[in-house]
């Protein structure tokens, strides 16, 4: 066996640190990327060593050359690419093993076997594991003047709904629904253009959508002496965008003989390739209502991720083990173990990713500053944190803020803790989706009983007002923000304590302190917290108000000091500018423009200036985060200009062109 000494994670964020986590329990040193001055807190209690890099975006990350270069520089003999980016390249993990590192993986044959889905739905089809139909390996021209014909044979005799993917890739990138043959062209072409910008390939398959499915996958893992376990299951079919946002192991009310066969499915696809290592094999569930009921429901083939999932924390909190240990030991020569292999599901955990994104807005990525990021801690919670308390969300990045894992005896006990961790985290920032989330745990059919991937489709238009009703409502809290207004200098009486500890997430104990705010008392509460960073000052804790306790924060710049209060997860706040105490702060959208609804980068403008649009005609085409958007004419009109032009970076709320 080959032990491993020095790990360099190929990745950021939360998975990053959830490696390093793993590596150092091992007593494995380990090596992360930044172009940061100082190390991010959450990765500095875990991280051996940081390289320091000019410049930390995407193509970074997709650069193997660069990547394996450092790592050899920093002395690593091992390489963890986490997930997303080039986790599942070949080229990159036949690479990492020429250069004589370990690649915590499968093989580059099997990664080449089953990283295209096209290849991929070959093998399954040839080892008798059911698939939707479907066209692969068609041509995607430049333009809609092109040839789409392939496609469009296909579409015409295998009927609408389609859904065209990335074959290289996941995580939502590079997949387009088409309802009717006037979305097909535009939608292969969007669907090309994000393929090739986040994975380096646009090769696009294309199948039959299942209208009411589920999203079930099953985690295998497997050695290099033979064994091949399946390690439950996990149902991922809450997403939006295609993309999860909810998570939970087991699967839910799923036919006992349908979870066995996706099981012994899932087997028999790992050794068909001779798979060694983590990975995932993704079903399709049929869950129309005939089949609900039915202990033995028809399942498709939809993708192998050959690497770590985002959502494996599920697994691990239910089987009771930890599967990056276990990458790292397969990936030296041991072999699983015999508990390990007879590992069996116990309780229930759900996870819930927690995204800076509009849900206002078709769920557009929000980037921003975030000015007070505090998880709750809660016994059965378990957190895999990507920013400090103190932050910024990129547009560089996926949009992802943590993800949040509740496991309890039961399906309902596993849901009501992930909905009061959620209820009891305070931040402040850009829109997230932490409300969204509650108003699904709480709020929906999804609280009694399992939910086919068109669930956001069908409930959105009744969560989002609701959400809206709740803030409206609550005076009692712009009560609380006015209170704290009227308390001057409220950061000033708070000696600071320097460095946080994120292991424990920065709760220190402080005295009572009770003070005339107004009419109504403030109690500040015993576990007060006070932190600094880079001119910035985050004070947090508990006042009483009419009675009430209720969580606040005080966040101070060189700009403005905003007050924060919370309440299940919604956030109300007001600042004061400091630049000039008599100003006041407010963006107004000219009715005569057209905006950018998100930051980032004009990949294509569709209209010039003296043109007649109609009304829902995409006029450009943004990146952000990886993700593209169509901004739309949302009226008829004559354009009297056009200020932007592809490959200009522009800021959310940017003019980017005026009606006449």
Not at 306 to 318: D, F, G
Not at 460 to 486: G, N, T
Not at 499 to 509: F, V, W
Request: proline letters at 4%; aromatic letters at 8%; hydrophobic letters at 40%.
């Amino acid at each position: 066996m080959k032990k491993i000494k020095r790990v360099f994670i190929a990745n950021r964020g939360e998975i990053a640190r959830r490696i390093a986590q793993s590596a150092k329990k091992m007593g494995i040193e380990s090596v992360v990327l930044t172009d940061q001055e100082r190390p991010p807190l959450f990765l500095e209690s875990q991280v051996t060593t940081f390289v320091r890099v000019a410049v930390e975006d995407t193509l970074l990350y997709l650069d193997g050359n660069r990547l394996i270069d450092l790592a050899l520089k920093a002395g690593c003999d091992a390489l963890h690419p986490g997930f997303g980016f080039l986790s599942e390249s070949a080229i990159f993990a036949d690479q990492v093993t020429r250069s004589g590192m370990t690649w915590i993986g499968p093989s580059s044959a099997t990664i080449e076997a089953m990283a295209s889905k096209a290849k991929a739905r070959t093998i399954a089809e040839e080892h008798q594991v059911p698939v939707t139909p479907g066209l692969k390996g068609f041509p995607v021209p430049a333009d809609e003047t092109g040839d789409f014909s392939e496609l469009e044979v296909f579409a015409k005799k295998t009927g609408y709904p389609l859904l065209l993917k990335a074959a290289l890739g996941g995580g939502g990138k590079g997949m387009r629904l088409v309802r009717s043959y006037e979305e097909l062209k535009t939608s292969a072409l969007r669907a090309y253009s994000e393929g090739l910008a986040s994975f380096g390939d646009g090769t696009l398959i294309c199948e039959r959508y299942l209208e009411v499915s589920r999203h079930i996958e099953v985690q295998i893992m497997a050695d290099s002496h033979g064994n091949v376990v399946a390690l439950g299951d996990r149902d991922c079919s809450i997403q939006r965008r295609h993309q999860k946002i909810l998570e939970e192991s087991p699967a839910f009310q799923l036919g006992e003989e349908t979870r066995k066969k996706l099981h012994q499915a899932a087997v028999r696809l790992a050794k068909s390739v001779s798979y060694q290592n983590a990975g995932t094999v993704e079903f399709l569930v049929d869950w129309t209502e005939a089949k609900q009921k039915m202990s033995d429901q028809p399942f498709y083939f939809l993708e192998m991720n050959t690497r770590l999932q985002v959502e494996h924390p599920v697994t691990e909190e239910v089987h009771g083990v930890d599967l990056v240990e276990w990458q790292f030991r397969v990936a030296q020569g041991e072999a699983l173990s015999a508990s390990f292999l007879k590992s069996e599901a116990r309780g229930h955990s759900i996870e819930a990713r927690l995204y800076a994104e509009d849900c206002n807005a078709n769920f557009f990525p929000s980037p921003g500053a975030v000015k007070c990021f505090v998880p709750a801690q809660i016994k059965g919670v378990r957190w895999e944190v990507g920013l400090d308390c103190l932050d910024e969300i990129s547009t560089k990045f996926d949009p992802m803020i943590a993800k949040v894992i509740a496991t309890a005896d039961t399906r309902e006990n596993s849901l009501s803790l992930l909905a009061r961790a959620l209820k009891e985290t305070r931040f402040v920032g850009p829109a997230t989706n932490q409300a969204y989330l509650i108003q699904i745990l709480e709020n929906t059919p999804f609280a009694v009983s399992a939910q086919a991937t068109n669930f956001i489709s069908l409930h959105h238009d009744a969560l989002v007002p609701q959400i809206a009703s709740i803030q409206e409502k609550d005076q009692l809290y712009r009560l609380a923000l006015k209170r704290l207004e009227e308390r001057e200098s409220a950061e000033a009486e708070v000696s600071f304590l320097g460095k946080p500890n994120h292991d424990q997430l920065a709760r220190y104990a402080f005295s009572n302190q009770r003070q005339a705010l107004g009419s109504s008392p403030v109690k500040w509460e015993t576990k007060h917290v006070s932190l600094r960073k880079l001119g910035q000052e985050l004070i947090y804790g508990d006042i009483l108000v009419e009675g009430q306790d209720l969580a606040f924060a005080v966040h101070k710049d060189l700009e403005a000091i905003t007050y924060s209060a919370f309440k299940n997860g919604h956030t109300w706040t007001s600042s004061r500018d400091l630049r000039n105490e008599n100003a006041t702060s407010h963006s107004v959208q000219s009715e005569q423009g057209l905006t950018a609804p998100v930051p980032g980068k004009v990949i294509k403008v569709l209209a010039k200036a003296g043109d007649s649009i109609p009304g829902n005609q995409t006029l450009f085409i943004l990146e952000s985060m990886k993700m593209e958007f169509e901004v739309k004419a949302a009226k008829s009109g004559i354009l009297k200009e056009v200020s932007v032009k592809a490959g200009d970076q522009v800021l959310s709320g940017q003019t980017l062109a005026q009606w006449e």
